[in-house]
T-cell receptor, first 114, second 119 residues
């Protein structure tokens, strides 16, 4: 069965600091990997996704993620965090012919200090 | 980007009543929609896959007679929680898949969610 683990429930960073959110997955075949952000009152917004090709993926809002097959990881990074990045972040995995079916991690809440 | 709406955003009901939640894709057609449930401080759990014109596919452990799903058109799916009880209180989120060219996976757009409280 597929699963996603986000080890950090809550992360606090200062504005302008770098950020890395961890994601580990378990999937029996080639995974499709996603990062979503959820803000209160808004739907999940896709930050970036990895299907194949270059293992370093660029997303919106200055985020990037790197797929490391050997470590079963897909960590999200941002070089300089803005106060507006405070939200909850979800990593998700899917793949194969189960079009659209996603398994989500537990989420990481990001707090940004001024 | 594409927009998915949900209605209502908030609903409070008495135990034993039924509640219907609508999920609409506003500017694209979605042959497939998904319904998730999110408990406080927990992740989203897929409940069912809704396919236009056919029966929904439910995940293991989800009672199909309790959570009725209808996908009558390419832009609307509904989730009806029948005979709701307090344990059904949760945050229900839908998503709609805009089938694209990426190996058939397309892009999935999420609605803002519906918070259900059963008294």
């Amino acid at each position: 069965a597929q699963s996603v683990t986000q080890p950090d429930i809550h992360i606090t960073v200062s504005e302008g600091a770098s950020l890395e959110l961890r994601c580990n997955y378990s999937y029996g075949a080639t995974p499709y990997l996603f990062w979503y952000v959820q803000s209160p009152g808004q739907g999940l917004q896709l930050l970036l996704k990895y299907f194949s090709g270059d293992t370093l993926v660029q997303g919106i809002k200055g985020f990037e993620a790197e797929f490391k097959r050997s470590q079963s990881s897909f960590n999200l990074r941002k070089p300089s965090v803005h106060w507006s990045d405070a939200a909850e972040y979800f990593c998700a995995v899917g793949g194969g012919t189960s079009y659209g079916k996603l398994t989500f991690g537990q989420g990481t809440i990001l707090t940004v200090h001024p | 980007g594409a927009v998915v709406s949900q209605h209502p955003s908030w609903v409070i009901c008495k135990s034993g009543t039924s509640v219907k939640i609508e999920c609409r894709s506003l500017d694209f057609q979605a042959t497939t929609m998904f319904w998730y449930r999110q408990f406080p401080k927990q992740s989203l759990m897929l409940m069912a896959t809704s396919n236009e014109g056919s029966k929904a596919t439910y995940e293991q452990g989800v009672e199909k007679d309790k959570f009725l799903i209808n996908h009558a058109s390419l832009t609307l799916s509904t989730l009806t929680v029948t005979s709701a009880h307090p344990e059904d209180s949760s945050f229900y989120i839908c998503s709609a898949r805009d089938s694209g060219l990426a190996g058939g996976w397309g892009t999935q757009y999420f609605g803002p969610g519906t918070r259900l409280l059963v008294l």
